[in-house]
């Protein structure tokens, strides 16, 4: 047996377990972002369970508003049942503050409204599609998962990031090879407090870069200085010298006062480098 044909076993075996996991969960509501995963876990429920799923998104300040209008233009497209409710983060004085736990707050005010629907319309079940890359990684809102008993069919049938998009590639959804991309909320950095206008402005940052060409990247704020990350195979384009002003323009007309390239390029969750080593330890209770 040739790797590649292992592999495609393997990935099949995975799928065919997914299948079996998500036909035993009943009515089911899917937290949904638009992301690979989320996207892949709806379009699976949907083919499974038919109208006996619901995807759920949050529509806070966080979530930049194109990432919003291509996730429900993604649910359209697929017919998958999508509803968008408002979620409150910003009212919680512990996500305001923003320490290592931001993201546990945030997924708790998600899935706390998502049990009270469930309860209201009859759903048997949540669940959200952290995957097993997720795992091993410094994730808090995993932790509130566990906390709402939410489900994780992906993780449960062992699929990674890559097999996710993989399958999704396999099964034609255009969203297969879409750039990760967390909340607005995780481009400031720890300890200072989010707020609807430093969301706005990195929104608004993102969107001038992505409107340069540039496809993977992310807008890190730290007060007066902007911390741009772009993708390697990008960074070339980014250190040009005419691009730098360009950057400049935008940034400084933001309010930043000092605009920087990182030169290690884009990398997931380089904010929590700056993180304390007890703060990426496991919490219980």
Not at 244 to 270: C, M, N, P, W
Request: contains cysteine.
């Amino acid at each position: 047996m040739t790797p590649m044909f292992a592999a495609t076993i393997e990935l099949e075996s995975k799928t065919v377990q997914l299948d079996a996991t998500l036909k035993n969960l009943g009515r089911t509501l899917v937290a949904y972002s638009g992301g690979v995963d989320s996207a892949y876990l709806a379009w699976a429920a949907h083919q499974v369970l038919g109208d006996k799923m619901l995807a759920i998104i949050a529509d806070s300040a966080s979530l930049a508003r194109t990432q919003l209008s291509d996730a429900v233009a993604f649910a359209n497209e697929q017919a998958i049942p999508l509803e968008v409710v408002a979620t409150s983060e910003l009212e919680r004085p512990e996500y305001v503050r923003n320490d290592s736990q931001r993201c546990f707050f945030c997924k708790d005010e998600l899935f706390t409204l998502m049990e009270e629907l469930r309860q209201a319309r009859g759903f048997e079940t949540i669940a959200y599609g952290v995957n097993l890359d997720d795992h091993g990684d410094f994730r808090p809102g995993q932790k509130a998962a566990a906390n709402h008993h939410v489900v994780a069919p992906l993780l449960d049938a062992g699929l990674t990031k890559d097999d996710i998009r993989a399958i999704a590639r396999a099964a034609g959804l255009r969203i297969w090879d879409k750039p990760a991309s967390a909340c607005l909320s995780s481009r400031i950095e720890y300890g200072r407090p989010v707020t609807r206008e430093a969301l706005a402005i990195v929104e608004k940052g993102e969107e001038a870069v992505r409107a340069l060409g540039f496809r993977q990247f992310r807008v890190r704020h730290h007060g007066e200085i902007v911390r741009i990350e772009v993708a390697r195979e990008e960074l070339p384009r980014a250190l040009d010298p005419a691009m730098a002003a360009q950057f400049a323009g935008i940034f400084k007309a933001l309010g930043f006062k000092f605009v920087t390239l990182d030169l290690e390029g884009f990398r997931s969750g380089s904010m929590n480098a700056l993180l304390p080593a007890e703060d990426l330890l496991p919490r219980t209770g």
